[in-house]
Protein backbone atom coordinates (compact mmCIF):
# COMPACT_ATOMS: atom_id res chain seq x y z
CA UNK A 1 0.00 0.00 0.00
CA UNK A 2 1.33 3.36 -1.38
CA UNK A 3 1.44 6.21 2.10
CA UNK A 4 2.99 9.71 1.52
CA UNK A 5 3.77 11.30 4.33
CA UNK A 6 4.72 15.16 4.52
CA UNK A 7 6.14 16.92 7.64
CA UNK A 8 8.18 20.41 8.27
CA UNK A 9 5.39 22.57 8.14
CA UNK A 10 5.34 25.39 10.76
CA UNK A 11 5.09 29.25 11.38
CA UNK A 12 7.85 31.42 9.76
CA UNK A 13 7.74 34.91 9.34
CA UNK A 14 7.83 36.64 5.87
CA UNK A 15 11.15 36.11 4.24
CA UNK A 16 12.01 33.10 5.79
CA UNK A 17 12.64 29.72 4.76
CA UNK A 18 11.45 26.03 5.19
CA UNK A 19 12.20 22.25 4.24
CA UNK A 20 9.51 20.48 3.45
CA UNK A 21 9.66 16.73 2.95
CA UNK A 22 7.67 13.42 2.07
CA UNK A 23 8.61 9.87 2.83
CA UNK A 24 6.94 8.07 0.24
CA UNK A 25 6.46 4.22 1.03
CA UNK A 26 5.62 1.16 -1.24
CA UNK A 27 5.54 3.40 -4.06
CA UNK A 28 7.58 2.06 -7.12
CA UNK A 29 10.19 4.61 -8.65
CA UNK A 30 10.68 2.99 -12.32
CA UNK A 31 7.82 5.65 -13.89
CA UNK A 32 6.53 7.94 -11.74
CA UNK A 33 6.29 11.84 -11.61
CA UNK A 34 6.19 13.50 -7.77
CA UNK A 35 5.40 16.85 -7.08
CA UNK A 36 4.18 19.25 -4.46
CA UNK A 37 0.69 20.88 -4.56
CA UNK A 38 -0.88 23.51 -1.71
CA UNK A 39 -4.50 24.24 -1.67
CA UNK A 40 -5.13 27.55 1.07
CA UNK A 41 -9.00 28.24 2.45
CA UNK A 42 -11.46 28.78 0.03
CA UNK A 43 -9.05 28.32 -2.37
CA UNK A 44 -8.23 25.71 -5.30
CA UNK A 45 -5.72 22.88 -5.34
CA UNK A 46 -2.52 24.84 -6.56
CA UNK A 47 0.77 22.56 -8.11
CA UNK A 48 4.06 24.13 -7.34
CA UNK A 49 6.67 21.80 -8.12
CA UNK A 50 7.26 18.76 -9.91
CA UNK A 51 9.70 16.40 -10.75
CA UNK A 52 9.84 12.96 -13.19
CA UNK A 53 11.92 10.16 -13.50
CA UNK A 54 13.91 11.98 -16.13
CA UNK A 55 14.49 14.13 -13.41
CA UNK A 56 13.11 16.55 -15.47
CA UNK A 57 11.63 19.54 -13.25
CA UNK A 58 8.81 22.17 -13.28
CA UNK A 59 7.60 24.57 -11.16
CA UNK A 60 4.40 26.68 -10.60
CA UNK A 61 5.21 30.62 -12.20
CA UNK A 62 3.86 31.73 -8.81
CA UNK A 63 6.95 30.12 -7.06
CA UNK A 64 9.80 29.87 -9.57
CA UNK A 65 12.77 31.18 -8.14
CA UNK A 66 12.33 30.97 -5.06
CA UNK A 67 11.38 27.26 -4.20
CA UNK A 68 13.31 23.91 -5.04
CA UNK A 69 11.86 20.55 -5.45
CA UNK A 70 14.43 16.97 -4.94
CA UNK A 71 14.53 13.50 -4.69
CA UNK A 72 16.50 11.17 -2.95
CA UNK A 73 15.37 8.08 -3.46
CA UNK A 74 17.92 6.38 -1.55
CA UNK A 75 15.90 7.64 1.36
CA UNK A 76 12.31 7.34 -0.78
CA UNK A 77 11.93 11.12 0.12
CA UNK A 78 11.10 14.31 -1.65
CA UNK A 79 11.83 17.51 -0.39
CA UNK A 80 10.94 21.26 -1.58
CA UNK A 81 12.96 23.71 0.22
CA UNK A 82 11.06 27.18 -0.02
CA UNK A 83 13.21 30.42 0.44
CA UNK A 84 11.63 33.88 0.60
CA UNK A 85 8.69 33.08 1.67
CA UNK A 86 5.69 35.17 1.41
CA UNK A 87 2.18 35.58 3.26
CA UNK A 88 0.72 34.15 0.29
CA UNK A 89 2.42 31.25 0.41
CA UNK A 90 0.71 30.30 4.23
CA UNK A 91 -1.41 27.33 2.98
CA UNK A 92 -1.71 23.49 3.68
CA UNK A 93 1.52 21.45 0.96
CA UNK A 94 0.71 18.26 0.11
CA UNK A 95 2.94 16.08 -1.48
CA UNK A 96 2.05 13.40 -4.58
CA UNK A 97 2.48 10.63 -6.28
CA UNK A 98 1.99 9.27 -10.05
CA UNK A 99 2.83 6.19 -11.41
CA UNK A 100 3.57 7.75 -14.72
CA UNK A 101 6.75 10.04 -16.00
CA UNK A 102 4.90 12.72 -17.76
CA UNK A 103 6.83 14.44 -20.29
CA UNK A 104 6.65 17.35 -20.26
CA UNK A 105 5.96 16.93 -15.97
CA UNK A 106 2.52 18.16 -15.12
CA UNK A 107 0.92 20.20 -12.51
CA UNK A 108 -2.86 18.95 -12.97
CA UNK A 109 -4.15 17.27 -9.71
CA UNK A 110 -6.14 15.00 -11.52
CA UNK A 111 -3.45 13.08 -12.69
CA UNK A 112 -2.13 12.25 -9.47
CA UNK A 113 -2.96 8.95 -7.84
CA UNK A 114 -1.24 9.18 -4.36
CA UNK A 115 -1.91 11.59 -1.63
CA UNK A 116 -0.33 13.05 1.17
CA UNK A 117 -2.63 14.16 4.58
CA UNK A 118 -0.64 17.87 4.17
CA UNK A 119 1.85 20.01 6.31
CA UNK A 120 0.67 23.64 7.37
CA UNK A 121 3.04 26.09 6.42
CA UNK A 122 1.87 29.94 8.31
CA UNK A 123 3.80 32.87 7.06
CA UNK A 124 3.31 35.74 9.24
CA UNK A 125 4.37 39.05 7.96
Known amino acids: QVSLVESGGGSVQAGGSLRLSCVVS????????LAWFRQGPGKEREGIACINSARIIRYGDSVTGRFTISLDIAKNTLYLEMKSLQAGDSSMYYC???????????????????WGQGTQVTVSS
Open 96 to 114: AASERSWAPPNLSSTLYDY
Open 26 to 33: GFTFSHYT
